[in-house]
């Protein structure tokens, strides 16, 4: 069973760049079964798509955040780090990684998800 977990500051100030991994345990981010999300979801809104990295290594954002996203990748580690940059109060949600089957076509795991509130 894939397990992944997310990590990162609580709080961002505005203006400054949002960090978060998700590490990932079960399989390699490499397989070619997966690709590796980053999804958040806002205090009271629904669930925004923020960008993907493949199994390949290459990468898609969604184009509202696609200025300020960068979403890279340590196979080393079997990790995947989202970053977020110039980020106001808007941001504040919780973050999640998940992983789509690439077969199934679905989100197969989630992890619990984090909180990151913007604010000085």
């Known amino acids: 069973q894939v397990q992944l977990q997310e990590s990162g500051p609580g709080l961002v100030k505005p203006s400054q760049t949002l960090s978060l991994t998700c590490t990932v345990s079960?399989?390699?981010?490499?397989?070619?079964?997966?690709?590796w999300h980053w999804i958040r979801q806002p205090p009271g809104k629904g669930l925004e798509w923020m960008g993907v990295?493949?199994?390949?290594?290459?990468?898609n954002y969604s184009p509202s955040l696609k200025s300020r996203t960068s979403i890279s990748r340590d196979t080393s580690k079997n990790q995947f780090t989202l970053q977020l940059s110039s980020v106001t109060p808007e941001d504040t949600a919780v973050y999640y990684c998940t992983n789509w089957h690439r077969s199934a076509l679905r989100y197969d795991y989630w992890g619990q998800g984090t909180q990151v509130t913007v604010s000085s």
């Open positions: 990295i493949y199994y390949d290594g290459s990468l």
């Open positions: 079960g399989d390699s981010i490499t397989t070619n079964s997966y690709n």
